[in-house]
């Protein structure tokens, strides 16, 4: 009797600890999934940095909202960010760190055309996607005209910006230029569009002048323009150099219109420009006249939350931070379609994305394509009162 009520004790004592067990296992939570790993590499520092710092702050507030909101997929993301300072060698370094070490899925940027070329080789040797900031067609298409297969952009391309400039030319009757650009990447890509197109058009470019990023004076290129019967100045390269041609042009007390490219749509070149700003032209993203738009624009009201998000953490918005937004939120479109970090099955699905609202513009990406924009994901605007006016859609 003593031995059966012995073995009944260890049996209900066997089935309450299980329950227990069990019990336990249910309140305990699942394991945290491992985190996604993107790179990113900016020039935070440098001549450059009007671009990479707003790019960097975009990154790092979006993977904060991103995973409060739950992750990719219910991982965590996370982001290297490391600073190219605008230099191409740094970049490489940088490019192959991120690969060999970090062991990231993709890489968002560089923030220049120069830096982003200089690692092109570097991503698809290692089979990884690369979703530039820097707007040279050159950087998605080889000198064939083939698509790099595993290289994206975001910005709107030079391509697409000379011909928002000829159309406006067009509608105004404008058919003799000059041109400045600079010995950049962007510049040179930005030049070659122009030369290119104009021929189509049929606008003849009487003075092509030339300058390096960082010359502090254009008054020779200025003077030999001012000779012409130019009826409007086309600038390709960013911040600082046209910000100089402006102040320079304003000096010499030239009338002759000034049209930018999009590598200047910050409040920093205005800035930059001081007394000399009011009156340029150029075609821009969306973004920096969301005020301006239609309600029933598609676009503005991401446009309006991206804003009032950045500013409330960083000041003004610039259109290089929204390159980054949107080279990051289009990977998560991509992750998430694709279920996997996998960096070829996250290639595959950038690939399908269409209809996409981004901050640049609506993306329709596919193996032809890998900007996915249009001369329409611009409008013109003119700087007035030292602050950005919408001119025309």
């Known amino acids: ?54 790019e960097k702050q975009t990154a ?32 490489i370094t940088m490019a192959q760190r991120l690969i060999s070490n970090d062991k990231v899925t993709a890489i968002i940027g560089p923030s220049r055309s120069g830096t982003s070329m200089a690692i092109v080789d570097a991503v698809s040797k290692a089979e990884i996607p690369l979703v530039t900031c820097a707007a040279s067609a050159k950087i998605v298409k080889d000198d064939t005209g083939k698509i790099r297969k595993w290289v994206f ?27 400045m650009s600079d010995s950049s990447g962007y510049g040179a890509s930005g030049r070659n569009q122009l030369q290119s197109q104009a021929k189509d058009k049929k606008i003849e470019i009487l003075a092509d002048e030339t300058f390096a990023p960082g010359d502090v004076d254009m008054t020779p290129q200025l003077t030999k323009i001012k ?90 918005v610039s259109t290089f931070g929204g390159h980054a937004y949107d080279a990051i939120t289009l990977l998560k479109a991509a992750m998430e379609k694709a279920g996997t970090d996998d960096p070829a099955k996250v290639r595959d699905a950038l690939e399908q994305i269409k209809g996409f609202a981004g901050t640049a513009g609506i993306f329709n990406l596919s193996s032809e394509d890998h900007n996915g924009l249009t001369k329409d994901a611009f409008v013109m605007v003119k700087i007035e009162n030292k602050d950005w006016k919408l001119v025309s859609p």
């Open 1 to 54: 009797m003593k031995r059966l009520t012995f073995i009944l004790a260890a049996l209900l004592f066997t089935a309450l600890l299980s329950q227990a067990t069990a019990l336990q296992a249910k309140d305990k939570p699942a394991p945290a999934k491992a985190p996604y790993k993107i790179g990113a590499i900016f020039s935070v520092t440098g001549d450059a940095s009007s671009l990479g710092m707003p």
């Open 60 to 91: 790092e507030m979006l993977m904060e909202q991103i995973n409060a909101a739950g992750g990719i997929n219910g991982h965590p993301l996370e982001i290297v960010i490391y600073d190219d300072k605008g230099d191409e060698t740094e970049a």
């Open 153 to 179: 952009m975001t910005p709107q391309s030079d391509v697409a910006a000379v011909q928002k400039i000829f159309d406006y030319f067009g509608k105004n009757k404008i058919t003799q230029i000059a041109i």
């Open 227 to 316: 000779g012409t019967k130019a009826q409007a100045i086309v600038v390709w390269s960013i911040q600082k150099a046209p910000a100089m041609v402006a102040k320079n042009a304003k000096a010499l007390e030239i009338k002759i219109p000034l049209f930018q490219s999009h590598g200047v749509a910050s409040k920093k070149f205005i800035e930059l420009c001081g007394d000399a700003a009011d009156g340029q032209v150029l075609p821009a993203g969306r973004l920096i006249v969301v005020g301006q738009l239609a309600d029933s624009d598609p676009q503005k009201a991401l446009l309006a939350k991206y804003k009032a998000d950045f500013e409330a953490k960083n000041g003004p």
